[in-house]
C-alpha cells in the first residue's frame, strides 16, 4: 500500500548484535550443548529496541525462522530475584534487613518446598544487600515469602511481565526462575532499574506515513513511574 515505517533499530548496533550471537554459539555451542541464541538491547530511556536478534540465522531451517526474543517463553533462572527484591524495597524492606541462609523447608502446596544454593552451602545470618550480590537462593525464596506470591506476582506485572499466570501455577520458586518469560518483557524490566524506576512501552516504530507523505502513526515517550 506504500507506507513508509521507520523502525527504532540502529543498524551498527544491529549489525554487531547478529555478528556477536553468531559468535557465541560457534565458541559456546559444544561446550553447554546449545545451537541457538538470541540478542535484545533496549535503550532504557526511550523503551526503543536497538537491536534485535531472534536466531543465530534465520535462514537456517532447523533452529531459525523463529524470534525467540518475542515467541519464546523461558525461565529466567536467577535473573528474575531484583525483580522479587524490588517488590520487597516498594513494601518497606531495607536492603540492611537480615534473613537466615540456613536449611528451610517451606510448608507449602501442592507439596513442602526446600530449595539449595548453587555452591551447596549454608552462610548464616546475612542481609538482602550481601544475599542478592551473592544471588543466595534460600534468602530469596524466605524474601518472596515475607512479601508473598500474589503480591510478588502483582509487582512483577507492574514491570511489564504478562505470561506469568495466576497463583495457581506459581509457587516460591519464581524467585529462582521458575516462570516462563518473555525475553523482551524481561529485557524490558531490566530496563526500568536502568531508568531509575520509570517504565516505558517496549516499541520498534517510530514513524509510518502513508503512500502521500501523510502521518499515520508517531512515537511518543510516555513513561509511567513503577
Request: glycine content about 10%.
Amino acid at each position: 500500500g506504500g507506507l513508509k515505517v521507520i523502525t527504532t533499530l540502529d543498524l551498527e548496533k544491529q549489525k554487531i548484535a547478529e555478528e556477536e550471537v553468531k559468535k557465541g554459539v560457534e565458541q559456546n555451542g559444544k561446550k553447554y550443548k546449545l545451537t541457538n541464541a538470541a540478542l535484545t538491547a533496549l535503550d532504557p530511556k526511550t523503551g526503543q529496541v536497538v537491536a534485535m536478534v531472534g536466531s543465530k540465522d534465520y535462514f537456517e531451517t532447523e533452529h531459525g525462522q523463529f524470534n525467540v526474543v518475542t515467541k519464546a517463553r523461558r525461565q529466567p533462572g536467577s535473573s528474575m530475584k531484583p525483580m522479587i527484591y524490588a517488590a520487597a524495597f516498594a513494601r518497606g524492606f531495607p536492603p540492611t534487613t537480615v534473613l537466615w541462609d540456613v536449611d528451610t523447608v517451606f510448608q507449602v502446596k501442592p507439596k513442602p518446598y526446600q530449595p539449595v544454593n548453587y555452591d551447596g552451602k549454608e552462610h548464616g545470618p546475612m542481609n538482602l544487600r550481601t544475599a542478592l550480590q551473592g544471588s543466595i537462593n534460600i534468602p530469596a525464596v524466605k524474601l518472596m515469602y515475607l512479601v508473598g506470591v500474589r503480591e510478588s506476582l502483582e509487582f512483577a506485572r507492574t514491570l511489564g511481565y504478562t505470561t506469568l499466570g495466576d497463583e495457581s501455577n506459581i509457587g516460591l520458586s519464581l524467585v529462582l526462575g521458575g516462570g516462563g518469560v518473555s525475553f523482551l518483557e524481561h529485557v524490558g524490566a531490566y530496563a526500568i532499574f536502568a531508568a531509575e524506576g520509570m517504565r516505558r512501552p517496549i516499541s520498534s516504530v517510530l514513524k509510518i506515513e502513508d503512500s502521500t507523505g501523510s502521518l499515520l502513526y508517531e512515537w511518543k515517550d510516555t513513561p509511567v513511574r513503577v
